[in-house]
């Protein structure tokens, strides 16, 4: 069984950055994309960023221009650097990885204070 560990949240005061990692706990085979996914309190989990196997990136609206996100295929590592934090960037963070399923994390909190 995969199990991918995030790590790297934290609070942070608004306009400042902070770097997610996830890693996997073993090789992952079939990769298709990468990504985050984030879920504000009282709110559904949304798309925040996503980098496909031959390396092309999508992000949400509401991140462009701050966050990015980067890969090492070769960890089966995916990162998220996230810089101008904003309050509404408050959420839990989950990294997924896309095969024929969908592998997620537990999460991590990132807590952004205005």
């Known amino acids: 069984q995969v199990q991918l560990v995030e790590s790297g949240g934290g609070l942070v005061q608004a306009g400042g950055s902070l770097r997610l990692s996830c890693a996997a706990s073993?090789?992952?085979?079939?990769?298709?994309?990468m990504g985050w996914y984030r879920q504000a309190p009282g709110k559904q989990r949304e798309f925040v960023a996503t980098?496909?196997?031959?390396?092309?990136?999508n992000y949400a609206d509401s991140v462009k221009g701050r966050f990015t996100i980067s890969r090492d295929s070769a960890k089966n590592t995916v990162d998220l650097q996230m810089n101008s934090l904003k309050p509404e960037d408050t959420a839990v963070y989950y990294c997924?990885?896309?095969?024929?399923?969908?592998?997620w994390g537990q999460g991590t909190q990132v807590t952004v204070s205005s």
């Open positions: 980098i496909t196997s031959g390396g092309s990136t």
């Open positions: 073993r090789r992952i085979f079939n990769i298709n994309a």
């Open positions: 997924s990885v896309t095969t024929f399923i969908a592998y």
